[in-house]
């Protein structure tokens, strides 16, 4: 595990939208020792849901290949929501052209799995560096 002083998040909420438990669980144990606040949702419609009713959202980690809405689905809807909110999609079903696709959604960032904490830790501080893109002030479904 990374040194946990350079990831400490004890003021950030984060959604984590994760249908296999056993995933769920490594992610709720590496991010714990950051002390961000944790939501969970184990759909996509779950996690849109979760979304539209909860406020102070910093960051989704999104599984992509989920039965229902799956997460590229959700990752859309989510961005028409909330376009501020970035999202970090991941999935073990690693396809030529799913890294674009997530972009293309909304995601922010595209991470496989399995899961390693340093480069997970690493993808989403970088999420909490980054400008906000100019196009989420054009987009009309938005309502900054």
Do not use: H
């Not at 003021?11 to 961000?36: H, Q, R, W, Y």
């Not at 809807?77 to 376009?83: A, D, Q």
């Not at 995601?107 to 390693?116: E, F, L």
């Amino acid at each position: 595990m990374p040194e946990s002083s350079n990831y400490y998040w004890k003021d950030k909420l984060f959604l984590v939208v994760e249908d296999d438990p056993a995933s769920s669980m490594l992610l709720e144990i590496i991010l714990t020792k950051t002390g961000a606040k944790l939501l969970f949702a184990e759909s996509g419609e779950k996690a849109v849901e979760i979304v539209n009713r909860t406020r102070g959202i910093d960051l989704i980690l999104l599984d992509i290949k989920m039965s229902g809405l799956d997460g590229l689905q959700a990752a859309a809807l989510i961005k028409r929501i909330s376009p501020n909110i970035p999202i970090i999609a991941q999935t073990a079903c690693v396809v030529y052209g799913d890294k674009e696709r997530c972009l293309q959604a909304g995601c922010s960032a595209y991470i496989p799995k399995p899961i390693i904490a340093e480069l997970l830790l690493d993808a989403i501080q970088s999420q909490f560096n980054r400008p906000i893109p100019k196009e989420i002030f054009n987009d009309p479904f938005c309502s900054n």
